[in-house]
């Protein structure tokens, strides 16, 4: 393995280890919490509990009517008995099949309503989070909380929980008939106990901490995945294909690593609870067959018979619920971190009594004022310091500076993306901590730099702020850009298929969609992040008159590198390491000869 694979992979083994170290739910918990999402189907739960209960007893009943025919009518000779008995025990066992027609729909049912509910709570949950979340978050883990997670906590709805209780009540009903038959062979069932619960005790601890590594692995792997498949054109553009597979290769072979260890537990696990019931047979042999034979006690054979068949029910159960075990705490690992991911709170939050932004209907422009702000997205490591200045309502700030120096930090501000670590953000003189983020955002208009668009049409696109905006509208925006004739280099017009993050669309034409998207949105305070940076300078030529058109009377935002979308700002903030070094307008800071003389210099070399 090279040195670079090595890196990589300790990262995204480091990145899920802090997220294995975590300090899991209890398990009781994890049930009443996966139990709660049945609630709004309780009809149909409690059939289900009811089908599941009568199925415990019917197993058991099937068993004690076997040995009930044997020690009965067939001892006795009794061939009209013995008819009788038989048919019965049809009929009981057609009625005990019906149960488990209805169970297993139920089961089955109920498994994808609570799988629906869950996703879609995630979802919600995931809309909820603020940026910083995904900064840190690797898309592939997310995925995974939707997918192998869901699918495992389905399986434990749908499989586990019912038939694991339907296994439980057939031991109970099982171990109370035996009790009624011969309490001295039950006692033989209950000094086996001790050793049963050692075992559960000592594999349930190792196989959970196996099935935690095996779901963190499969992580890892998702993770690894989804950035390959996202990053292709990278990856081949730098011939990174075999690195990319090495590292992919590493990460699937821990998690074949951890599987295969969880395998061999469990195959040693079964096993052991196989050979305990096995012993107790032998045991039962020697003490039933004492019992029979010794005078003075003469137990029947019927007796002995009937109990040897519920005692093979009451152990089979744990044969059944051992080899579901690793089921189970596969469900329960992915419970647990599905619940972690919907109990993420948001690094903030509007206040309960926050305010809905009316502005003023005499402009179309809102007012922002930053007052000493200060912003880092870690603590400590300041990205903005002390920032002052005001954009009045309608006027064209432009945000100049190197890479790195706080621009794209100011955009996240101004769209509440994040909050400031200290200073006041005003818009019409109101502290943006105290309103409603969905208001703001509604006066928003965003053309970014990484020009994503949706799966789709150009139609659904361009509208996607205004779905219900009629489709003359949408041609009207485009006119008034002036590229309308952008449709006619389209195979189907407006209904033309967009792809995954606007696959199908050249890289101009996705930048003009998003132009007419945000023109359509008719907001009040417009951002431009570099939003003519995919398009050639005769294209860019084309849209200056129909920039000025959308510009006015708006607050607008500009970060750009070229000087057409510049020099014609009200204000321009020269900045540098988070801090605003120079401010005015074009004409102003050119004779000032200082920084933006210098970055100047090299917008008229790029033109």
Not at 422 to 449: F, M, T, Y
Request: hydrophobic share 45%; net charge neutral; proline share 3%.
């Amino acid at each position: 393995m090279s040195l670079a694979e090595a890196n990589a992979l300790t990262v995204v083994r480091r990145e899920a280890e802090r997220d294995v170290e975590l300090k899991p739910m209890q398990f009781f918990r994890l049930l009443a919490r996966l139990f709660h999402y049945t609630a709004p189907y309780k009809r149909r739960r409690g059939w289900l509990i009811f089908f599941v209960l009568l199925r415990s007893v019917q197993l058991p009943l099937l068993a004690w009517s076997i040995g009930a025919i044997i020690s009965g009518p067939v001892s006795r000779n009794d061939v009209s008995g013995l008819i009788k008995g038989t048919l019965g025990f049809l009929a009981l066992a057609a009625f005990t099949q019906l149960v488990v027609v209805f169970r297993s729909r139920l089961a089955l049912e109920l498994g994808e309503a609570v799988v629906c509910d869950l996703r879609n709570d995630l979802f919600a949950r995931l809309q909820s989070l603020t940026l910083s979340f995904y900064a840190k978050t690797r898309f592939g883990r997310v995925i995974s909380r939707f997918t192998s997670d869901i699918d495992a906590i389905r399986a434990g709805v749908q499989d586990i929980v019912f038939v694991s209780t339907v296994q439980f009540g057939q031991m109970l009903i099982c171990g109370i008939l035996m009790f009624v038959y011969d309490r001295v062979l039950f006692a033989l069932i209950l000094a086996m106990a001790p050793a049963v619960w050692f075992l559960n005790r000592h594999f349930r601890a190792k196989m959970g901490r196996q099935q935690r590594e095996i779901q963190e692995s499969f992580s890892r792997v998702t993770s690894t995945l989804a950035e390959s498949v996202t990053g292709i054109r990278v990856t081949q553009g730098f011939v990174r294909e075999t690195v990319n597979a090495g590292l992919f290769r590493d990460l699937m072979e821990d998690h074949s690593r951890y599987s295969m260890g969880a395998a061999r537990t469990s195959a040693i696990f079964l096993p052991l609870l196989e050979m305990n019931n096995q012993i107790f047979i032998a045991l039962l042999l020697v003490v039933g067959g004492y019992r029979l034979l010794a005078p003075g006690i003469g137990t029947p054979i019927g007796t002995i018979v009937q109990f040897f068949f519920l005692a093979n029910l009451f152990f089979e159960p744990l044969r059944v619920i051992g080899s579901q075990y690793t089921q189970a705490l596969t469900a329960l690992v992915g419970a647990e971190r599905v619940f972690r991911l919907l109990d993420t709170q948001p690094e903030w939050q509007d206040p309960p009594d926050a305010m809905v932004l009316h502005p003023r209907q005499d402009r179309p422009g809102i007012r922002m004022e930053f007052q000493d702000v200060s912003f880092g997205y870690e603590s400590g490591r300041p990205v903005l310091n002390e920032l002052n200045f005001v954009a009045e309502a309608g006027q064209t700030i432009a945000l100049v500076g190197r890479t790195g120096s706080g621009k794209s930090s100011i955009i996240n501000l101004i769209t509440k993306s994040y909050l400031p670590s200290s200073g006041r953000i005003l818009v019409d003189d109101c502290d943006i901590v105290r309103i409603e983020s969905k208001s703001l955002r509604s006066l928003l208009g965003i053309v970014p730099q990484q020009n994503f668009l949706f799966a789709g049409t150009v139609l659904d696109n361009i509208r996607f702020a205004r779905p219900g905006a009629p489709e003359s509208e949408v041609r009207l925006a485009l006119e008034r850009l002036g590229f309308a004739d952008l449709l006619e280099a389209m195979p189907n017009d407006l209904a033309t298929a967009v792809g995954e993050g606007g696959s199908g669309l050249s890289l101009g034409q996705r930048q003009l969609v998003c132009f007419a998207r945000a023109f359509l949105a008719d907001p009040r305070i417009l951002i431009l992040d570099e939003a003519t940076s995919a398009i050639d300078s005769l294209t860019e030529s084309r849209i200056q008159n129909a920039l000025a058109a959308l510009l006015s009377g708006r607050t607008s935002f500009v970060v750009a590198h070229r000087l057409s979308t510049i020099k014609a700002a009200d204000l321009i903030l020269v900045l540098d390491h988070g801090r605003i070094v120079e401010r005015g307008t074009h004409a102003e800071l050119l004779e000032q000869a200082g920084v933006y003389h210098g970055l100047h210099a090299e917008f008229i070399s790029q033109e």
